[in-house]
């Protein structure tokens, strides 16, 4: 019989028969759909996969974590960016971004250091966010064009085709 449940993602009243079900070490998790799952996974995997980018780019050993207040801060760029721009945002500055955190003697303190190396990032990730999104632009862009090239040699294919024909009706 079907029980009453709640999706793990957004909270919403489901029942087990139409629940969307994944066991994770042997508990049931349950979700309004597999879409919804599968969106959540790739979010997740965009943050982890950005996440240890900054964590390697800082030289962070294993035995060690990201300092709160830079998850913190991330979170709330998180917010209103796609991950994919915060990485692009710290790629793009790693040069300064290392310079500063290298520095010896300017920050007291950790705190000091990565709330600055985070101003940085904050004020440059909108001109990332924009030039992102230009580039796409671009893309789809070119992708159009291509298919107006392929509609215009589908065309001139056809009027061939045509002649062709129209030439050996003739004979
Ligand atoms: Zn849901």
Same mark, same amino acid.
């Given at each position: 019989m079907a029980r009453k449940c709640k999706c793990k993602k957004c909270g919403a009243q489901l029942t087990t028969d139409i629940a969307f079900k994944v066991v994770v070490k042997g508990v049931n998790h349950y979700y309004c759909n597999e879409p919804e799952y599968n969106k959540l996974q790739a979010y997740k995997l965009k943050r982890r996969n950005t996440m240890s980018y900054i964590f390697d780019m800082f030289s962070y050993n294993s035995d060690q974590l990201l300092p709160p207040v830079m998850i913190k801060k991330i979170n709330v760029l998180a917010k209103t960016y796609d991950y994919d721009v915060i990485k692009e945002t710290f790629k793009k500055d790693k040069k300064t971004l290392l310079y500063w955190w290298n520095l010896? &003697?300017?920050?007291? &303190?950790e705190y000091n250091k990565v709330s600055y190396v985070m101003r940085i990032i904050e004020n440059n990730i909108n001109d990332t966010y924009k030039s992102m999104r230009i580039d796409k632009k671009q893309n789809e862009v070119s992708r159009s064009k291509v298919i107006i090239q392929d509609e215009a040699l589908t065309k001139v294919k056809n009027i061939i085709n045509k002649d062709i024909s129209s030439f050996i009706e003739e004979e």
């Open positions: 010896e &003697n300017k920050f007291t &303190n």
